[in-house]
């Protein structure tokens, strides 16, 4: 709650001060949010958790044990609800400072988006929905960086910054990397994490960017913090692009060493993390026809053992909740493929249509410990926008489990899910 408070201060007085620099000339800070609500239908869910960045969870295959659906309010049917403060000034010669500061939160409750509370909510067993996430409770828990900019220079960004897949994924995903219909929107592990979601939004990072004229390029590099091991819990991606006219590619790839991925604790209130490297490969391509925009790609990620052995005595909490254990994942490489390809129409301005296909081809391991499998996606979102600002929209996703990946071990899953929500979505 104090957080809350604070973060509700801040905002009032800088958007205060903004309003003072802004007649100056020379400086201006912005509030800026998102708002958007669904009310939908999941056919095989655990009951919906608050915490949990998307309420629902409509993309990972259900055992079938889970017999029943749930319907509810759900946060961010096209994307997740936030707010923000972000600025600028003019240091002379063309070059800026600048800022950004964005908290996520749920719509239904308001509460922040957190991931991490989920799981721990259901530790040691599942009772409602969760996931892991980049998003676990932070106070500014999308964005956090501060930099400079400079037109012919490009941007330079210390902090919190999203991952250069994810900037991809924001623009070249066929059903608006839709938070409830689209898989690279649901998931951030193939939709910006490269592999691990909580890489979706990366610590302790340099980030660049630039542009010289249809070419576009830059990278990330995450500082580990270890003493003593510069390259461990450290990580880069390297991205380049080029947009001219109606065609645009772009294309990333990533290397995080000693990336933990975040579970449900053995006992109630507690975590787990398995420690990975992980390394992904992410390109897509669209082409403008007018009113309608065709767009389509392929990401492939590989985890891996880690380069560094850790245990409970190296990272013994995470997000604020104590650690029941940490595993150093030991067994083959596993690796995944995602194709996707669709797009999107105007009917009128104001009138959109978007579809979209997505393929999840687990590869079998060489220890078996992943088996081949699929996940077929089948996306579509219907888009209306009163203003630029407020739409609303309906949409349904649905998803088939193919493959020994989803029917093995007796116990299987569900052989298919499927959500269909309607909501509205206000920009400020």
Do not use: C
């Amino acid at each position: 709650m104090n957080k809350k408070l604070i973060a509700a201060s801040i905002g009032l007085m800088l958007a205060a001060n903004g309003a003072m620099a802004q007649s100056a000339g020379t400086s201006s800070v912005e509030l800026y949010g998102i708002l958007d609500v669904a009310v939908g239908h999941v056919a095989n869910s655990l009951t919906t958790d608050g915490n949990f960045p998307n309420t629902v969870s409509v993309l990972s295959a259900t055992k079938t044990s889970v017999t029943t659906g749930v319907t509810g309010m759900i946060n961010g049917g096209i994307q997740g609800s936030r707010w923000g403060i972000r600025g600028s000034e003019d240091l002379g010669g063309g070059l800026k400072a600048i800022f950004t500061l964005e908290s996520g939160f749920n719509g239904q409750d308001g509460a922040s988006s957190n991931a991490a509370a989920s799981l721990a909510n259901n530790s040691p067993k599942a009772t409602t929905v969760s996931g892991n996430s980049s998003l676990n409770g932070q106070l500014f828990n999308r964005q956090a960086f501060v930099g400079l900019s400079d037109a012919t220079l490009g941007t330079l960004t210390f902090g919190r910054n999203y991952n250069p897949i994810f900037d991809i994924v924001a623009d070249y995903d066929p059903v608006q990397a839709s938070q409830l219909f689209s898989p690279l929107g649901v998931s951030a592990t193939i939709g910006g994490g490269g592999g691990v979601s909580e890489d979706t939004r990366v610590d302790s990072s340099i980030k660049y960017k630039n542009k010289i004229g249809a070419v576009n390029f830059g990278g990330l590099y995450k500082f580990g913090g270890v003493a003593g091991n510069t390259s461990a819990q450290s990580g880069y991606v390297l991205n380049v692009g080029y947009e001219d006219g109606p065609f645009g590619i772009k294309g990333a790839y990533s290397n995080f060493t000693d990336a933990l991925k975040t579970g449900a604790g053995a006992a109630a209130g507690q975590l787990s993390a398995t420690n990975y490297d992980v390394t992904a490969f992410f390109i897509a391509a669209k082409y403008n026809f007018g009113d309608f925009n065709l767009k389509g790609g392929y990401e492939t990620y590989t985890l891996k053992a880690p380069s560094d052995q850790f245990g409970l005595g190296d990272v013994s909490s995470l997000w604020g909740y104590s650690l029941s254990g940490l595993t150093n994942f030991a067994s083959a490489e596993q690796t995944t493929d995602v194709w996707f390809v669709g797009g999107d129409y105007n009917f009128t301005p104001a009138l959109n249509l978007a579809v979209g296909f997505y393929d999840q081809n687990a590869k079998q391991s060489d220890d078996l410990k992943q088996h081949n499998g699929n996940v077929y996606s089948y996306s579509a979102l219907l888009d209306y926008h009163f203003t630029k600002r407020t739409d609303v929209y309906s949409g349904v996703l649905y998803s088939q489990y193919k493959g020994d990946q989803y029917t093995l071990p007796v116990v299987s899953d569900n052989s298919s899910n499927y959500v269909i929500a309607v909501g509205m979505r206000t920009k400020f």
